[in-house]
């Protein structure tokens, strides 16, 4: 047997012990958390803190800051969920990403972070796209990989973002992967800068605002002096580390 088949061996053990397992109801979901346009910046606020060091201290100490202010999410490290979510409830919803880094991550295994995630207590799923397939031109690839991790959320309150990576990616591959989102039936796309470190500009995000037939949110290089600018764009999500 060789090592990819061991691979898939034991991916296909772990995921038959969750399957296992009880489902998680994360609550009612919030009907309005992808429709904020236009409304008190606060309000279209993700507070994300994914630190690799932070502490558990650190990261209850967050959620309080976001439940207090009304930020709409907090977004914090799939290890930090569970006993994050003790104290999440309430206006300000628990995030985490899976399929790090950079949704190069085998299906399986992300579907296997999904589920996790779910049973404890998460609210919204970020799930990064693959774009090395995107940029490929394997659109059926990307849809099915974005479709399958998703799948333990289906029948729950959770949300699904499909997060697009933009950095040097040629325009006409963000808007394939957006449509791919849209096809798999995601909640939103959320458009990161965050390999690259530099904020798209507010004038591209439009125009992907306007080609999106989902609900658009950005994160990744955005400062304090941006954060105006990019809101009036209409996106309904700016995730970003500093207090508003």
Not at 134 to 142: L, N, P, V
Not at 145 to 156: K, Q
Request: charged share 25%; aromatic share 4%.
């Amino acid at each position: 047997m060789d090592m990819e088949d061991l691979i898939r061996q034991i991916t296909d053990s772990v995921l038959a012990k969750l399957n296992e397992t009880q489902g998680y109801d994360p609550g009612e979901r919030t009907a309005v958390f992808s429709e904020r346009r236009g409304e008190d910046p606060v309000r279209i606020y993700d507070l994300t803190r994914m630190e690799a060091n932070l502490t558990l201290e650190e990261a209850r100490n967050a959620v309080t800051l976001a439940s207090s202010r009304g930020y709409r999410s907090i977004c914090l490290p799939q290890w930090l969920v569970a006993p994050a979510s003790e104290i999440a409830r309430g206006n300000t919803l628990l995030a985490t990403i899976v399929g790090l880094p950079g949704g190069k991550a085998m299906t399986q295994a992300k579907y296997a972070e999904t589920k996790i995630a779910i049973q404890n207590g998460v609210d919204v799923l970020v799930i990064p796209m693959n774009m090395d397939m995107i940029a490929e031109g394997k659109r059926d690839e990307a849809r099915l990989d974005l479709m399958n991790a998703s799948i333990p959320a289906d029948g729950t309150n959770s949300i699904v973002i499909a997060m697009v990576e933009i950095g040097d990616v040629p325009e006409d591959r963000i808007f394939d992967a957006i449509a791919i989102a849209e096809s798999a039936k995601a909640d939103e796309v959320r458009l990161s800068c965050i390999v690259s470190g530099k904020a798209a500009e507010p004038e591209m995000i439009g125009r992907f605002i306007r080609k999106s037939g989902l609900p658009v949110s950005v994160v990744g290089g955005i400062s304090k002096d941006m954060f105006n600018s990019i809101t009036a764009c209409g996106v309904c999500g700016i995730g970003a580390s500093f207090e508003r």
